[in-house]
């Protein structure tokens, strides 16, 4: 039997986005010792021609709402595309994991067959539900995570895998 789109849905998106709460609370950790101002953090990016810290959190948001596309429901509008404060981009996240948990089995279902509509580079792009899942939103999700989790360790924080993986090791065979 193989693993059903609800489950990897739920399962790597929640460890991804709750991944992204990590760094951001590794990120207010940096603030509040003084380390860096909030506001060059959160505009702080790897390289010139990436999004800020800010805007990878958000893309991560977004890309995270992958369950309410596939469920076929209207995706909320989330606020604009800008620079977030720490505060607003923890809830950012935590709104995006109450969507995704909110997401039902049964509203999933034959969702792999159905056909996802999403903008890319400016233009509507159209992609059978699976394919959707595991080659846009998943990657887009991990990209963005890891992105934000190296500029925050540029910055100073101390953070490791563990963060990242959060529970993973919670399910090893005995």
Do not use: C
């Amino acid at each position: 039997m193989g693993i059903s789109i609800y489950n990897l849905v739920r399962t790597e998106t929640e460890q991804l986005l709750t991944a992204m709460l990590n760094v951001l609370d590794h990120a207010e950790g940096l603030v509040k010792e003084g380390k860096v101002e909030e506001d060059k953090l959160m505009g702080s990016s790897l390289s010139p021609d990436m999004f800020s810290f800010s805007m990878q959190v958000w893309r991560a948001a977004d890309h995270g709402r992958a369950a309410s596309r596939l469920a076929g429901r209207d995706v909320p509008a989330f606020t604009e595309m800008g620079e977030l404060s720490i505060r607003e981009s923890r809830d950012l996240i935590k709104e995006t994991l109450s969507l995704l948990q909110s997401v039902s089995e049964n509203e999933l279902d034959g969702a792999e067959e159905k056909t996802i509509e999403i903008i890319a580079r400016g233009e509507p792009t159209r992609f059978k539900g699976q394919d959707y899942l595991l080659r846009i939103a998943i990657p887009q999700i991990a990209f963005h995570v890891t992105t934000a989790y190296g500029i925050v360790r540029q910055a100073g924080a101390e953070l490791g895998k563990r963060h990242y993986l959060n529970s993973a090791f919670d399910y090893t065979l005995s």
